[in-house]
T-cell receptor, first 115, second 109 residues
Framework: EPEVTQTPSHQVTQMGQEVILRCVPISNHLYFYWYRQILGQKVEFLVSFYNNEISEKSEIFDDQFSVERPDGSNFTLKIRSTKLEDSAMYFC?????????????FGPGTRLTVL | GNSVTQMEGPVTLSEEAFLTINCTYTATGYPSLFWYVQYPGEGLQLLLKATKADDKGSNKGFEATYRKETTSFHLEKGSVQVSDSAVYFCALNDYKLSFGAGTTVTVRA
């Protein structure tokens, strides 16, 4: 069964450093998403991406964040200068359609720890 | 904006007990509603969904009915197993998912 994969599973970085979180969505999906979950809090939407551009982004997704689909398979989230409050679990998801009833398939997550 | 309010946990049950997790939503229009489950060490998996009012989603013995009049989508299972121990998330989809806080369920043998 196809699945979304994410690497690394755990990333530890120093405050102010850049990190890139990687995701491989399901191959025939067209819509891609990043969510994050700070420990003990809700899963929060960050950004959606379609046709090589951002479709929608939340208030969390400020200038420190960027997304890219550098090739036909990977989808990345970059944080330019990490802050302590960026420590969270980051989930990538993909879906075939953008329609509201379509299922989003989630990866296992990357736990980011900023020291 | 759209939001989901979910029953706080944790919930601890004995095997074969009845489980219900309350979920209510606030939304403009009629978004699709979902329950996702997260087993230890894994990502979020879709458990069930309902796309319009009065729809009932069901999977693995779990059920939830989309109630427009009470803006609710409560999750129920008649007889839980140890393998149902997980975190359950209610969510609505308006082209992005808005999640509830999650409810941790532990089923004891």
């Amino acid at each position: 069964e196809p699945e979304v994969t994410q690497t690394p599973s755990h990333q530890v970085t120093q405050m102010g450093q850049e990190v890139i979180l990687r995701c491989v969505p399901i191959s025939n999906h067209l819509y891609f998403y990043w969510y994050r979950q700070i420990l003990g809090q809700k899963v929060e939407f960050l950004v959606s991406f379609y046709n090589n551009e951002i479709s929608e982004k939340s208030e969390i997704f400020d200038d420190q964040f960027s997304v890219e689909r550098p090739d036909g398979s990977n989808f990345t989230l970059k944080i330019r200068s990490t802050k302590l409050e960026d420590s969270a679990m980051y989930f990538c998801a993909s879906s075939r359609e953008i329609a509201g009833e379509d299922e989003q398939f989630f990866g296992p997550g990357t736990r980011l720890t900023v020291l | 904006g759209n939001s989901v309010t979910q029953m706080e946990g944790p919930v601890t049950l004995s095997e074969e007990a009845f489980l219900t997790i309350n979920c209510t939503y606030t939304a403009t229009g009629y978004p699709s509603l979902f329950w996702y489950v997260q087993y230890p060490g894994e990502g979020l998996q879709l458990l069930l969904k309902a796309t319009k009012a009065d729809d009932k989603g069901s999977n693995k013995g779990f059920e939830a009915t989309y109630r427009k009049e009470t803006t609710s989508f409560h999750l129920e299972k008649g007889s839980v197993q140890v393998s149902d121990s997980a975190v359950y998330f209610c969510a609505l989809n308006d082209y992005k998912l808005s999640f509830g806080a999650g409810t941790t369920v532990t089923v004891r043998a």
